[in-house]
T-cell receptor
Framework: SQTIHQWPATLVQPVGSPLSLECTVE??????LYWYRQAAGRGLQLLFY??????ISSEVPQNLSASRPQDRQFILSSKKLLLSDSGFYLC?????????????FGNGTRLTVT | AQKITQTQPGMFVQEKEAVTLDCTYD???????LFWYKQPSSGEMIFLIY??????QNATEGRYSLNFQKARKSANLVISASQLGDSAMYFC??????????????FGSGTQLTVLP
């Protein structure tokens, strides 16, 4: 069966520090991968999605970047965090080419920038 | 314009009763899919049910059913026989596009459901 791992679960970082959140998927190959952010009490905002290694689309101009160095690994990064980067970050995967395939989410990372 | 609209920020329901969570969507693409997710206070997103735009029948999954009214562009979630564990935030989401296209889900703002004992 497929599983998705996302870490860390919580993170407190000072303004101006770098960020690296990692996500890996097991049990499937060539998945679509996604990073979403959720502000407190709000819906989910898509940040990045990827259909393959080094194929990444950015949905919102921002202080963040994403990379996919391996087929089932997706990394969210920042060189210098801003206060506005605080939020709940969710990684997800879906089956390639299947409209009915739901997104399967990791447990999320709660990031607080101080 | 909002692609997914959930007009109920919060809902209350008595345990064992049914509840309907509203969702309307906006798309000009004839091919799309609609999804509902549950997010408990712990934060994980749990997939509940899917409805395709070409599906002839309303989707059902256990106590969850989707009241799909294509002409009205609505896809309301019905939870029957509510349980205390159903208390959570519920999100409606849509994917537009043909089979084979890599498309993200666009989410609504959510409805916080509270089940009362």
């Amino acid at each position: 069966s497929q599983t998705i791992h996302q870490w860390p679960a919580t993170l407190v970082q000072p303004v101006g520090s770098p960020l690296s959140l990692e996500c890996t998927v097991e049990g499937t190959s060539n998945p679509n991968l996604y990073w979403y952010r959720q502000a407190a009490g709000r819906g989910l905002q898509l940040l990045f999605y990827s259909i393959g290694i080094d194929q990444i689309s950015s949905e919102v101009p921002q202080n963040l970047s994403a990379s996919r160095p391996q087929d089932r690994q997706f990394i969210l990064s920042s060189k210098k965090l801003l206060l506005s980067d605080s939020g709940f970050y969710l990684c997800a995967w879906s089956v390639q080419g299947a409209r009915e395939s739901p997104l399967h989410f990791g447990n999320g990372t709660r990031l607080t920038v101080t | 314009a909002q692609k997914i609209t959930q007009t109920q920020p919060g809902m209350f329901v008595q345990e064992k009763e049914a509840v309907t969570l509203d969702c309307t969507y906006d798309t000009s693409d004839p091919s799309y899919g609609l999804f509902w997710y549950k997010q408990p206070s712990s934060g994980e997103m749990i997939f509940l049910i899917y409805q395709g735009s070409y599906d002839q029948q309303n989707a059902t999954e256990g106590r969850y059913s989707l009241n799909f009214q294509k002409a009205r562009k609505s896809a309301n979630l019905v939870i029957s026989a509510s349980q205390l564990g159903d208390s959570a935030m519920y999100f409606c989401a849509m994917r537009e596009g043909q089979f084979g296209s890599a498309r993200q889900l666009t989410f609504g703002s959510g409805t916080q459901l509270t089940v009362l004992p």
